[in-house]
């Protein structure tokens, strides 16, 4: 049985409670919505919706997969919801965002992966949101490039794909994801001429140089936006943390991948890949 690693001060998390925490809470249930703040249970839930902000989570709430990492429930899917491009859209505009970022579970169980979905919500939150800006993370799509083409050619401004962990790690936390699968989607992404972006978790048991490593594997694909964040076991049957990297930690990750050549770099312990994602563009 692994040992438990007591968490430290600096991940102690605030939770929200403001006026626009609470509308933004009213308008995600009042519309049926499923996001990944909640069913991931994100740390940075509270300052978001203080914000006005929510990453939008479609294909409904229960994922094909089983990732160790992932809070999102597992299991066999429902049908998608024909409504569901309209609520999103709609929401979108009630918060007045000027930026939105959505994901999506994994749904193997279709036969284009759910994208004709991504782009039908995409396509339709950009047709009632004029001038947003939108980023999506999409899901790795079995690395099919004619599915990932898809969402490009429903024009995001950022596409973003997550590495999640090192090569090493990646059996043992990703269920059914590839190390080198998840690279080449990052790559068409870049070739297609896309802002391509990736995050990554640490505190799994990684090496340093293993980061290091996976940061050159990205730049060499033409990823330019990265974001690293502490691993937080979500419940007791998800893998445990080996271990809470020091902030000062993340500040040298942070140095060492904008010297390496990132455009962007987000990185603390707290740091999720849609955490301050407007400045990304």
């Given at each position: 049985?692994?040992?438990?690693?007591?968490?430290?001060?600096?991940?102690?998390?605030?939770?929200?409670?403001?006026?626009?925490?609470?509308?933004?809470?009213?308008?995600?249930?009042?519309?049926?919505?499923?996001?990944?703040?909640?069913?991931?249970?994100?740390?940075?839930?509270?300052?978001?919706?203080?914000?006005?902000?929510?990453?939008?989570?479609?294909?409904?709430?229960?994922?094909?997969?089983?990732?160790?990492?992932?809070?999102?429930?597992?299991?066999?899917?429902?049908?998608?919801?024909?409504?569901?491009?309209?609520?999103?859209?709609?929401?979108?505009?009630?918060?007045?965002?000027?930026?939105?970022?959505?994901?999506?579970?994994?749904?193997?169980?279709?036969?284009?992966?759910?994208?004709?979905?991504?782009?039908?919500?995409?396509?339709?939150?950009?047709?009632?949101?004029?001038?947003?800006?939108?980023?999506?993370?999409?899901?790795?799509?079995?690395?099919?490039?004619?599915?990932?083409?898809?969402?490009?050619?429903?024009?995001?401004?950022?596409?973003?794909?997550?590495?999640?962990?090192?090569?090493?790690?990646?059996?043992?936390?990703?269920?059914?994801?590839?190390?080198?699968?998840?690279?080449?989607?990052?790559?068409?992404?870049?070739?297609?001429?896309v802002v391509a972006k990736t995050g990554?978790?640490?505190?799994?048991?990684?090496?340093?140089?293993?980061?290091?490593?996976?940061?050159?594997?990205?730049?060499?694909?033409?990823?330019?936006?990265?974001?690293?964040?502490?691993?937080?076991?979500?419940?007791?049957?998800?893998?445990?943390?080996?271990?809470?990297?020091?902030?000062?930690?993340?500040?040298?990750?942070?140095?060492?991948?904008?010297?390496?050549?990132?455009?962007?770099?987000?990185?603390?312990?707290?740091?999720?890949?849609?955490?301050?994602?407007?400045?990304?563009?």
């Amino acid at each position: 049985m692994a040992e438990h690693v007591r968490k430290p001060d600096w991940l102690k998390i605030r939770l929200g409670g403001n006026e626009k925490f609470t509308r933004t809470k009213e308008i995600v249930e009042s519309h049926s919505l499923h996001t990944i703040c909640t069913s991931g249970k994100c740390p940075n839930m509270g300052e978001c919706w203080e914000r006005g902000t929510a990453t939008f989570m479609i294909g409904g709430e229960i994922c094909t997969r089983s990732c160790k990492f992932c809070n999102t429930l597992t299991g066999k899917p429902l049908p998608l919801n024909p409504l569901e491009p309209e609520n999103v859209a709609l929401s979108i505009r009630l918060m007045n965002l000027k930026h939105a970022v959505i994901t999506s579970v994994d749904r193997d169980d279709l036969p284009d992966l759910g994208a004709a979905h991504w782009v039908k919500t995409i396509e339709t939150v950009k047709k009632r949101n004029p001038g947003l800006t939108v980023e999506v993370l999409i899901p790795d799509f079995k690395g099919r490039t004619e599915l990932v083409d898809m969402v490009v050619d429903a024009a995001p401004d950022i596409i973003s794909h997550n590495m999640e962990t090192v090569r090493r790690l990646t059996p043992r936390i990703r269920s059914a994801a590839k190390y080198d699968v998840s690279l080449s989607v990052l790559n068409r992404i870049a070739e297609r001429g896309v802002v391509a972006k990736t995050g990554m978790m640490v505190g799994l048991g990684e090496q340093t140089e293993e980061i290091y490593q996976l940061m050159d594997d990205v730049l060499a694909v033409g990823g330019s936006v990265l974001t690293i964040g502490q691993y937080l076991q979500p419940s007791r049957k998800h893998v445990p943390v080996s271990a809470y990297i020091h902030p000062d930690q993340f500040v040298e990750y942070k140095e060492v991948a904008l010297r390496k050549g990132f455009a962007k770099v987000e990185s603390a312990p707290l740091v999720r890949s849609s955490y301050h994602a407007e400045k990304h563009v």
